[in-house]
């Protein structure tokens, strides 16, 4: 029965997220569910980092998509929307001329593609509270997923969501 029900809350969420407002209405938000397999993959590939990079706090956030009854992944596409507001330290015109693939996230990135995200990703936080889940914003496991493919997106964050008792999210420890 949670299992059912962990899926339809992530399904809503997902349907929140791809409805939420867009600047100029353009549309470059992406979404994912995770099953149980993928969430064991995505925990992995997470160890992997806090490995590779020496970031403990992978590994907490690991635990917490392992013992998670579904993830979502929420992610948007980096490209400018010809508002040559600045925002991005750039012109719309040279912004794409300035993208450093080096880190984890693409950037700069337009601000208002930043901001479709984050508006994306509190619609799916919302849906998520509304159906009483337990839920937590993670870049971390967004970055993870990235890297193994599971949502498109230039930046993407993982929405993991929990049924339990208690709240798998508050307790954690750096």
Same mark, same amino acid.
């Given at each position: 029965m949670i299992h059912s029900a962990a899926?339809?809350?992530a399904e809503?969420?997902?349907?929140?997220?791809?409805?939420?407002?867009?600047?100029?209405?353009?549309?470059?938000i992406h979404v994912a569910i995770v099953d149980a397999d993928g969430r064991q993959r995505l925990a992995g590939e997470m160890e992997a980092i806090a490995e590779e990079?020496?970031?403990?706090?992978?590994? *907490?956030? #690991?635990?917490? +998509? *392992?013992? #998670?009854?579904? +993830?979502?992944?929420?992610?948007?596409?980096?490209?400018e929307i010809g508002l040559h507001c600045g925002g991005c330290g750039y012109d719309c015109d040279t912004i794409m001329e300035h993208i450093n693939d080096e880190t984890d996230f693409p950037g700069p990135m337009c601000?208002?593609?930043a901001i479709d995200l984050g508006i994306a990703l509190s619609s799916a936080a919302k849906t998520a509270s509304l159906h009483n889940a337990d839920n937590?914003?993670?870049?971390t496991a967004g970055l993870a997923a990235r890297r193994i493919g599971a949502c498109k997106g230039d930046v993407v964050v993982a929405l993991p969501i929990s049924f339990?008792?208690?709240?798998?999210?508050?307790?954690?420890?750096?």
């Amino acid at each position: 029965m949670i299992h059912s029900a962990a899926q339809t809350v992530a399904e809503l969420m997902c349907a929140s997220a791809r409805t939420a407002p867009k600047a100029k209405a353009d549309d470059t938000i992406h979404v994912a569910i995770v099953d149980a397999d993928g969430r064991q993959r995505l925990a992995g590939e997470m160890e992997a980092i806090a490995e590779e990079k020496g970031w403990k706090y992978y590994y *907490r956030d #690991a635990n917490n +998509v *392992r013992e #998670a009854d579904c +993830v979502v992944l929420i992610g948007v596409d980096n490209k400018e929307i010809g508002l040559h507001c600045g925002g991005c330290g750039y012109d719309c015109d040279t912004i794409m001329e300035h993208i450093n693939d080096e880190t984890d996230f693409p950037g700069p990135m337009c601000i208002f593609k930043a901001i479709d995200l984050g508006i994306a990703l509190s619609s799916a936080a919302k849906t998520a509270s509304l159906h009483n889940a337990d839920n937590r914003m993670m870049y971390t496991a967004g970055l993870a997923a990235r890297r193994i493919g599971a949502c498109k997106g230039d930046v993407v964050v993982a929405l993991p969501i929990s049924f339990k008792g208690k709240n798998i999210f508050f307790d954690r420890k750096w």
